[in-house]
């Protein structure tokens, strides 16, 4: 059930972003920036977005505050082989355009077999944040190192 809110998240963030009604100019669509990364025997999985984006029960259920001006990381890590979810120690460095760091702490949430690591941090109107995640894996030394982006609008 919470594997599937979860995913119900990620495609709320995807349908938010395709915005709708009015006569406007559409911009020219842009590559899709990827969610999700291997690194041999673990996938790691990752999705920025604003927490308004998240449906008000789920973000109740884990302790999300809801706001146009939160932006949120949600990660996982899964083995490669079997999807199955994994422990690890997971650490973001965030950062916007013009340099400023943000501080941004990341909590385990587990719910039966599932295992995410949701982080929060406020930002302002069209401010782009660059996640540098960082996660290793519960038992292994490796540590895997993944980025990505988003802009976020507050108006």
């Known amino acids: 059930m919470f594997r599937a809110t979860v995913i119900s998240i990620v495609a709320i963030g995807l349908l938010t972003a395709c915005g709708g009604g009015g006569e406007r100019t559409v911009p020219q669509a842009q590559a899709a920036e990827e969610n999700s990364a291997v690194f041999g025997d673990y996938t790691v999985y990752f999705h920025a977005l604003s927490t308004n984006e998240v449906p008000a029960e789920v973000a109740q259920a884990v302790g999300i ?18 999807a199955v979810s994994v422990e690890a120690d997971v650490s973001v460095d965030v950062v916007n355009l013009t340099g400023q760091s943000k501080s941004m702490t990341m909590r385990k949430v587990q719910q039966d077999a599932a295992i995410y690591y949701i982080g929060e941090v406020s930002v302002s109107n069209r401010e782009t944040l660059i996640f540098d995640i960082n996660v290793t894996p519960a038992g292994s030394e490796d540590t895997f190192e993944v980025r990505t982006k988003r802009e976020y609008y507050t108006d």
Not at 65 to 82: D, F, K, P, W, Y
């Open 65 to 82: 505050v809801r706001a146009n001006n939160r932006a949120m990381l949600n990660v996982s890590i899964q083995e490669t082989v079997g």
